[in-house]
């Protein structure tokens, strides 16, 4: 009993170790650096990987599994939440930025989903088809408006993390 606390309180202080002081340089300008290949994907998420895996206990679990029990999320979903979030400030003006520089309102009224729908603009080029306001436009407008709140930024925050978003992601 008493090794079974201890245990838990290591990998409780590992993980805030590794949230403290491995995450953020992870994640750092995720919205502006956001890898697309599957290699720079991977790179990435081996991190966390090879980091649950050396938890006392976890060994033996796959990586999802590893993740449920720790009840943490994947690099890359991590990313494509910090990439809603940032559209959500755009969009309602919590941030300096103009939303004319990034988005144009959806012309055509849609009687399904939210009302805040985004027009998706073109991008043939590579550096461009993947650039924050290109790749997030198609995932804001699937957001469903009965799970999503808009309200304010703390329950968007909350709501986003009750959607599901694994068919943007592969972890």
Same mark, same amino acid.
């Given at each position: 009993?008493?090794?079974?606390?201890?245990?838990?309180?290591?990998?409780?202080?590992?993980?805030?170790?590794?949230?403290?002081?491995?995450?953020?340089?992870? !994640?750092?300008?995720?919205?502006?650096w956001s890898p697309?290949?599957?290699?720079?994907?991977?790179?990435? !998420?081996?991190?966390?990987?090879?980091?649950?895996?050396?938890?006392?206990?976890?060994?033996?679990?796959?990586?999802?599994?590893?993740?449920?029990?720790?009840? @943490?999320?994947?690099? !890359?979903?991590?990313?494509?939440?910090?990439?809603?979030?940032?559209?959500y400030k755009i969009? =309602?003006?919590?941030?300096?930025?103009?939303?004319? #520089?990034? =988005?144009?309102?959806?012309?055509? =009224?849609?009687? /399904?989903?939210?009302?805040?729908?985004?027009? /998706?603009? /073109?991008?043939?080029?590579?550096?461009?088809?993947?650039? =924050?306001?290109?790749?997030?436009?198609? @995932?804001?407008?699937?957001?469903?408006? #009965?799970?999503?709140?808009?309200?304010?930024?703390?329950?968007?925050?909350?709501?986003?993390?009750h959607v599901d978003?694994?068919?943007?992601?592969?972890?």
């Amino acid at each position: 009993m008493i090794f079974k606390c201890f245990i838990s309180r290591d990998i409780t202080t590992l993980q805030r170790a590794f949230t403290v002081y491995i995450r953020p340089l992870l !994640e750092y300008n995720a919205v502006v650096w956001s890898p697309v290949l599957k290699c720079d994907i991977v790179s990435i !998420e081996k991190v966390q990987r090879r980091f649950t895996k050396r938890l006392p206990g976890l060994q033996h679990y796959s990586y999802a599994d590893r993740l449920k029990r720790l009840n @943490i999320m994947s690099l !890359e979903l991590r990313r494509l939440h910090i990439d809603l979030i940032m559209c959500y400030k755009i969009v =309602f003006g919590i941030i300096d930025l103009r939303f004319d #520089d990034f =988005f144009t309102v959806n012309p055509s =009224f849609s009687t /399904r989903g939210h009302p805040y729908k985004l027009f /998706r603009r /073109r991008g043939d080029v590579n550096a461009r088809k993947h650039f =924050f306001s290109i790749r997030i436009v198609t @995932i804001w407008n699937s957001l469903p408006l #009965d799970i999503v709140q808009f309200n304010s930024l703390s329950l968007f925050k909350k709501s986003i993390k009750h959607v599901d978003l694994s068919r943007y992601v592969m972890y």
